[in-house]
Each structure stands twice: as C-alpha cells, then as structure tokens.
C-alpha cells in the first residue's frame, strides 16, 4: 500500500493557498491585478488556528489565520484543507495529530528499538482486501465494517444458555393475525399508469422534486447573478446524465468543445445547443443543498442531512412498500479517507467511501427491486453534539438501526429479512414488540461465540444425524417474547435465521440438489429459506445497476463530498425508475445505459413549469369535430404482444401473436389488427370496412 502522509500545520509552518480561498481577497487583487483568482500565493506563514467562518456567509470550518511577507500589516483567513502546508512547525496542532496507534512489539527484543513505533497514516488501495490489509487499515485509525466480527450488541457474556423446545410450527403468527402478502405500489399512479410512463416521467415520481423547488433552487440562486429555474436546472440534469452514459472522456470541457467530432479524441457529442459551458460551471459551483442553519458545533454531515431527510420523505408518501423487504447495505464509492463518514467495507466490491444502510422491497422470484429508506452511516465522526440517534436507547445501536430504518412500515404486517449483520435476537423481537415488523435475520457465527440468544452449538449437535434438507424448528423465549430459530441441515452446516414468524412449508416451485458421496439429493427449501434466498440480492442488484457500467458520481468528476451524496441520491431514484417501469410490465428492466440516455435526452429537451410539472405542448387538429373524438384506423399490434390489458399490452414471448377475428369471419383466420378506436377488439381489413359503414 501506497503511503501518503500530509505535512502538519502548526504556529510558524509554510505552505501555499490560492488566490480566490484567502479572506480577504480584495488586498490580494489590488496588488497582482483581476484574472488571477485561480495563481497560488507561496510564503503564507500559519499565526493560529481556530473554527470559525473565512467570508462572512461562509460555513463553520477549520480555519488557518496566515501572514505573508508582502503583506505585513494584513492578516488572512483560509480554510484548513484549501491550505498545503509544505514546511511544518515546530509544534503541530493537537487537533491534526494522528490517532494513537498501537505499538508495533517485535518478538525478537534484541532487534527491537528503544523508541515506540508507529504505523503511518496510508491511503487505501486496490480490492479483494485480505487480513493483513484490512489490519493496516484498522492500525492507520480508519473504520472498518469487517462482517467476521460480532456486532457490539453480541459481545461480552453470553449469559445462560436459552433452552427451547424443538418443533415443526403448524401456524405462522403473521398470517393468523390476519396479513396478506400484498406487492408494493405507488400511491398517486396504478402499475398500468406506470408501464406507459416515459423515462423523465418516471424519474420525477422517484425524485423529491419539491426538495428541489424550495430548498436547492432558492439556496443555489443566492450564488448566481442569473437565477435558475426548474426547466434549467433539470437540463443541468440532464447534462450529468447524459456525460454518464459515456465513459473515457477525461476532460469535463470536450463536451463544449468547438473542435469537431473526432473518434481519436474527445467527447461523442455537444451539449452547446443545450447549455453553455460557463452557465454549466456557474450552477455547478453554486449549488447548495440544504437551508438549514448551522448548528453552534461542527457537523461534518450538514451538509447533506436535509436531503437524506427529504428523499426518505417522498417515498415514504409516495410508495406502499410489499409485504416482503430486505435491509442490507450500499456503498458510495470515495477514495479519499478524510471526507466524513468514510470507512471500508471489505465485503463490498467497492469497498472504500460511505456506507448507507438501505432497504429494498421486490417480487419474489421476479426482482425489480425498489429501493425506499437509506441512512448515512456516520461511524465515529457523527458529533457530539447532535447526541445519540434515535431508538439507539433501546438495546444498543445495531437494535437502533433495525428500528429506524423499518419505522416507515410500522403496524403494517409486513417482514423483513436480513444478513448476519443484523443478527441481534433483542433486535428481532425489538421490531415486533415496538413497530409491528415481523423480521428474519441469517445466523452466523462471527468471532469466537455465536449470538446472544442462539445455542448455536447445540443445534449443530441435535442436526448432527439428520439428512440433508431437514428442517425442524426451536422456540425459545427472549426477554419474555417468543422466537423462533428455523433451521435447515446442509451437507457441513446448519442453515439457522432467527425470525419471528413463519411456517416451514415447502415452497414447490423452489427445488434445490446437493451432490454428496451418497449421490445426488433433491428437495425443497422451506419458505424462511426460499424467501431469504430469492430476496437477499435485492440490495445489491439496486446497487450493481447504479455502479454499473458506469457510476454516476465518478463520471461527475468531483471533489466536493455534498456532491458525491447529491450523486447518490439522483442514482437510486434512476434505478427505481428504471426497476418501477420494469415490475409494471412484468419483464426485466431496461438496461440502465439505455434507461439513462433516453431519460437525459428527455431532461435536455425538457419543458417543465417552476412546480417540476411537464408542460405538453397543444397541437391544433385540421379534423373536423366529429373525426376528433373518435378515430377509425386499421393498426397493427406491436411485436410480442397479446390482448389490450386496458393501459398496456400483454407481453408474449412469441413475436407475431396472432388471434381471432371478434366477429368470426373465418373461423381458420387469425389476425393482429385492431381497430384504433377499441384496442382490445381484433378486427380483419373486411370486418374493419364493415364496421366503418355501420358507423
């Protein structure tokens, strides 16, 4: 690994700052004149530091007060990292000191030297990262979300061993308090309504667009001198979209380039006709996010508090999530260590940058999973003064996550599975007992024990004789509440979920075989099985079509962390547009490069009013009244469709599907004409002529 170390700043260091970050400026443009906001100033000596404000409607950050020798009376005023210290002093700043970091003891204490020893501060990289890597990361300070370790809630004593009875369950407590398995919809627009949405349509029901109205619009036009509106800003939109749907141009100004088009180099495209490249600078450099005041102490997620608050608003009144979900976790992908909340996360295939913990909800055996809660995690750099999150009293703060993150489906009837992350038996019985939420979570040993609550060891013993695909169950009680441990013999393993509810009926349609020594065995998973197999992916699925090909964010380009949150937040609403429209038709959704170019062209060439409505244009008809009102054209039915379903064709899987004629004409003919004024009638060219004389 690559180490990276930055020069401390203290009382006396030298370093280097441009023109435009010192405070105030106006000295500095008086003496090396206008048009050189971007030079750097070389000399700048560090008096002191402090928190406070640089410009006077500037946030609350980190700041450096420095001297220049040109300048002896003026003292400056510069953010901490828009300074780059190149010559430390002699006493750094008690604040930028790394964290103590344990000392290195070498077995051998002949070669051990006198001094402690410390491992630097390194800088990540690469994946697929093994234990010694993911050590070096712990040892340099940084957060590592390691899924081998027990979670806080299962470490210290395990207490006394729970005893339970072994059983078949002949109900589920769920279904007999009456639940259905219901699937998920949109409030204000029925699955019908949805297939036939076009791509920009869809976005904008995935998309808090009020957010944008009341809270980016107002606070982005305090920093420009020609305000945007909503039709402008969506073409803004539309011009990240439409750079994301093509990689390997490296320089953001080739898409404004006068050059022509060349396939050796540069951008495919032009967006000139769209917008021009410095009003597409000037919003990009303004943009805010929130209009919130700053609290009296530093929050590092200020920034973007607002806009996770309102994205989990929306769809929380817009979307009845199913019956069944999945919590898991999402990864926004940043290589920078020293951005809030960054941590690593060996198990992701993008493990470095912030983890959000989301959930999804989908159909079984089909997916299009739509994503409807997400929560940052802040790790250890959430505030102090912000206290601690909600729900976090409860039972620790894995208990405090499940609670809020299934909060929107509280007294609803509906389940939840999830990974061995969230394998705390007082969180499972936390969800019922406060919310209503019937929850399952994947039994895992991490660590030395087994969770509290589980005998994990006793259970392997009592499956030691069983056959393969086996199940049986084992009540016990937690804290005076009834749990059910499911469990499932495997060749080398027992399959358990902690869960409160469920039967272990077979679900016919899942079969599985395992090849062992005996030969081949053939059964079915039982359901806490099957639905935990089929659902389990839903997360990652949302999260592989947002990665790939092509992530938004990284082909942004940008430094600035509300802008890579901004990213995310605008990724996920495209992939549950694109999955939305894909479970309203019943068939896999579009691919997400196809999805996302028809959607940013839309974006380009939109016309919305400033409510975030798109104005249809009105075209006049030459048709007398009479033929306005009705038409009677012979159409042709679309390629692999069957009967009109009311707003949508049924999809077929042969291409020209053919079907008899309404009036019965030939009984040996079939024919995929209709006419345009009733859709769900097949008609024949000779009964199309009848039925216009009729008229």
Same mark, same amino acid.
């Given at each position: 690994?690559?180490?990276?170390?930055?020069?401390?700043?203290?009382?006396?260091?030298i370093?280097?700052?441009?023109?435009?970050?010192?405070?105030?400026?106006?000295t500095?443009?008086?003496?090396?004149?206008?048009?050189?906001d971007?030079?750097?100033?070389?000399?700048?000596?560090?008096?002191?530091?402090?928190?406070?404000?640089?410009?006077?409607?500037?946030?609350?950050? =980190?700041?450096?007060?420095?001297?220049?020798?040109?300048?002896? #009376?003026?003292?400056?005023?510069?953010?901490?990292?828009?300074?780059?210290?190149?010559?430390?002093?002699?006493?750094?700043?008690?604040?930028?000191? @790394?964290?103590?970091?344990?000392?290195?003891?070498?077995?051998?204490?002949?070669e051990?030297?006198?001094?402690?020893?410390?491992?630097?501060?390194?800088?990540?990289?690469?994946?697929?990262?093994?234990?010694?890597?993911?050590?070096?990361?712990?040892?340099?300070?940084?957060?590592?979300?390691?899924d081998?370790?027990?979670?806080?809630?299962?470490?210290?004593?395990?207490g006394?061993?729970?005893?339970?009875?072994?059983?078949?369950?002949?109900?589920?407590?769920?279904?007999?308090?009456?639940?259905? =398995?219901?699937?998920?919809?949109w409030?204000?627009?029925?699955?019908?309504?949805?297939?036939?949405?076009?791509?920009?349509?869809?976005?904008?029901?995935?998309?808090?667009?009020?957010?944008?109205?009341?809270?980016?619009?107002?606070?982005?036009?305090?920093?420009?001198?020609?305000?945007?509106?909503?039709?402008?800003?969506?073409?803004?939109?539309?011009?990240?979209?439409?750079?994301?749907?093509?990689?390997?141009?490296?320089?953001r100004?080739?898409?404004?380039?006068?050059?022509?088009?060349? @396939? =050796?180099?540069?951008?495919?495209?032009?967006?000139?006709?769209?917008?021009?490249?410095?009003?597409?600078?000037g919003?990009?450099?303004?943009?805010?996010?929130?209009?919130?005041?700053?609290?009296?102490?530093?929050?590092r997620?200020?920034?973007?508090?607002?806009?996770?608050?309102?994205?989990?608003r929306?769809?929380?009144?817009?979307?009845?999530?199913?019956?069944?979900?999945?919590?898991?976790?999402?990864?926004q992908?940043?290589?920078?260590?020293?951005?809030?909340?960054?941590?690593?996360?060996?198990?992701?295939?993008?493990?470095?940058?912030?983890?959000?913990?989301?959930?999804?909800?989908?159909?079984?055996?089909?997916?299009?999973?739509?994503?409807?809660?997400?929560?940052?995690?802040?790790?250890?750099?959430?505030?102090a003064?912000?206290?601690?999150?909600?729900?976090?009293?409860?039972?620790?703060?894995?208990?405090?996550?499940?609670?809020r993150?299934?909060?929107?489906?509280?007294?609803?009837?509906?389940?939840?599975?999830?990974?061995?992350?969230?394998?705390?038996?007082?969180?499972?019985?936390?969800?019922?007992?406060?919310?209503?939420?019937?929850?399952?979570?994947?039994?895992?040993?991490?660590?030395?024990?087994?969770?509290?609550?589980?005998?994990?060891?006793?259970?392997?013993?009592?499956?030691?004789d069983?056959?393969?695909?086996?199940?049986?169950?084992?009540r016990?009680?937690?804290?005076?509440y009834?749990?059910?441990?499911?469990?499932?013999?495997?060749?080398?393993?027992?399959?358990?979920?902690?869960?409160?509810?469920?039967?272990? #009926?077979?679900?016919?349609?899942?079969?599985?075989?395992?090849?062992?020594?005996?030969?081949?065995?053939?059964?079915?998973y039982?359901?806490?099985?099957?639905?935990?197999?089929?659902?389990?992916?839903?997360?990652?699925?949302?999260?592989?079509?947002?990665?790939?090909?092509?992530?938004?964010?990284?082909?942004?380009?940008?430094?600035?962390?509300?802008?890579?949150?901004?990213?995310?937040?605008?990724?996920?609403?495209?992939?549950?547009?694109a999955?939305?429209?894909?479970?309203?038709?019943?068939?896999?959704?579009?691919?997400?490069?196809?999805?996302?170019?028809?959607?940013?062209?839309?974006?380009l060439?939109?016309?919305?009013?400033?409510?975030? =409505?798109?104005?249809?244009?009105?075209?006049?008809?030459?048709?007398?009244?009479?033929?306005l009102?009705?038409e009677?054209?012979?159409?042709?039915?679309?390629?692999?469709?069957?009967?009109?379903?009311?707003?949508?064709?049924?999809?077929?899987?042969?291409?020209?599907?053919?079907?008899?004629?309404?009036?019965?004409?030939?009984?040996?003919m079939?024919?995929?004409?209709?006419?345009?004024?009733?859709?769900?009638?097949?008609?024949?060219?000779?009964?199309?002529?009848?039925?216009?004389?009729?008229?």
């Amino acid at each position: 690994m690559v180490t990276t170390r930055r020069k401390l700043g203290g009382v006396g260091a030298i370093g280097r700052a441009k023109m435009n970050c010192l405070h105030p400026s106006q000295t500095l443009r008086d003496r090396y004149g206008v048009g050189r906001d971007r030079d750097y100033i070389d000399g700048l000596c560090i008096l002191r530091a402090d928190l406070g404000k640089v410009s006077r409607g500037g946030r609350i950050v =980190n700041r450096y007060h420095v001297s220049h020798p040109d300048f002896p #009376d003026q003292e400056f005023m510069v953010a901490r990292r828009m300074f780059t210290v190149l010559q430390e002093g002699e006493t750094p700043f008690l604040d930028e000191l @790394p964290p103590p970091i344990a000392e290195i003891v070498n077995e051998d204490a002949s070669e051990m030297p006198p001094q402690q020893r410390q491992v630097e501060m390194q800088v990540p990289v690469g994946r697929g990262l093994d234990r010694e890597e993911i050590a070096d990361l712990r040892a340099q300070g940084f957060t590592v979300d390691d899924d081998n370790e027990p979670v806080e809630e299962n470490v210290g004593p395990a207490g006394p061993t729970p005893t339970g009875t072994w059983m078949t369950p002949a109900f589920c407590p769920r279904k007999s308090a009456g639940h259905t =398995n219901s699937n998920g919809k949109w409030h204000h627009h029925p699955w019908a309504e949805v297939a036939e949405m076009d791509e920009l349509e869809l976005f904008l029901m995935c998309f808090p667009v009020k957010y944008i109205k009341s809270v980016i619009i107002p606070e982005t036009n305090k920093h420009l001198q020609v305000p945007v509106t909503m039709q402008e800003f969506f073409v803004f939109l539309g011009c990240l979209f439409f750079m994301a749907c093509h990689p390997g141009v490296e320089e953001r100004d080739s898409w404004w380039s006068t050059k022509p088009v060349t @396939p =050796n180099e540069g951008a495919p495209f032009r967006l000139n006709s769209y917008m021009a490249r410095s009003r597409f600078k000037g919003i990009m450099q303004s943009l805010r996010y929130t209009n919130m005041p700053q609290p009296e102490y530093l929050d590092r997620f200020h920034d973007v508090r607002q806009m996770q608050e309102e994205w989990n608003r929306h769809m929380s009144e817009e979307y009845f999530t199913a019956w069944w979900n999945c919590l898991d976790e999402s990864m926004q992908i940043h290589m920078n260590p020293y951005v809030p909340g960054w941590m690593c996360v060996p198990r992701k295939p993008h493990p470095f940058g912030n983890e959000y913990h989301t959930i999804c909800d989908g159909v079984l055996g089909k997916g299009n999973p739509i994503m409807w809660h997400v929560e940052l995690q802040e790790g250890k750099d959430r505030p102090a003064g912000a206290g601690p999150k909600k729900w976090n009293d409860a039972g620790g703060k894995t208990v405090g996550l499940m609670l809020r993150m299934h909060e929107g489906i509280s007294r609803q009837g509906k389940a939840c599975t999830m990974d061995s992350g969230f394998c705390v038996s007082k969180g499972i019985v936390e969800m019922y007992e406060k919310l209503g939420v019937f929850g399952q979570a994947l039994i895992k040993k991490r660590g030395a024990n087994w969770p509290k609550g589980v005998p994990g060891d006793q259970i392997d013993e009592h499956f030691a004789d069983k056959p393969i695909g086996y199940c049986e169950t084992l009540r016990v009680v937690i804290e005076g509440y009834q749990m059910y441990i499911h469990c499932m013999k495997e060749e080398k393993y027992v399959t358990k979920f902690m869960s409160t509810f469920g039967v272990l #009926d077979e679900v016919p349609t899942h079969k599985t075989r395992r090849t062992t020594a005996g030969g081949v065995v053939e059964f079915c998973y039982p359901e806490p099985v099957s639905w935990h197999n089929q659902s389990k992916h839903w997360v990652d699925d949302h999260n592989q079509r947002r990665h790939a090909p092509i992530d938004l964010a990284e082909s942004w380009k940008t430094k600035w962390w509300p802008h890579r949150q901004f990213a995310f937040f605008l990724a996920i609403s495209e992939t549950n547009a694109a999955n939305s429209r894909g479970r309203a038709r019943e068939e896999p959704a579009n691919p997400q490069l196809q999805f996302r170019k028809a959607m940013a062209i839309l974006m380009l060439e939109n016309r919305m009013d400033d409510d975030g =409505n798109i104005v249809r244009p009105v075209h006049r008809s030459l048709r007398t009244r009479a033929a306005l009102v009705v038409e009677h054209d012979l159409k042709t039915r679309p390629v692999n469709t069957g009967k009109w379903m009311g707003h949508f064709w049924k999809r077929t899987s042969q291409k020209y599907q053919k079907l008899r004629c309404y009036n019965g004409c030939n009984p040996q003919m079939r024919v995929r004409t209709y006419c345009s004024c009733n859709k769900s009638v097949p008609m024949c060219s000779s009964c199309h002529v009848s039925h216009i004389l009729s008229l």
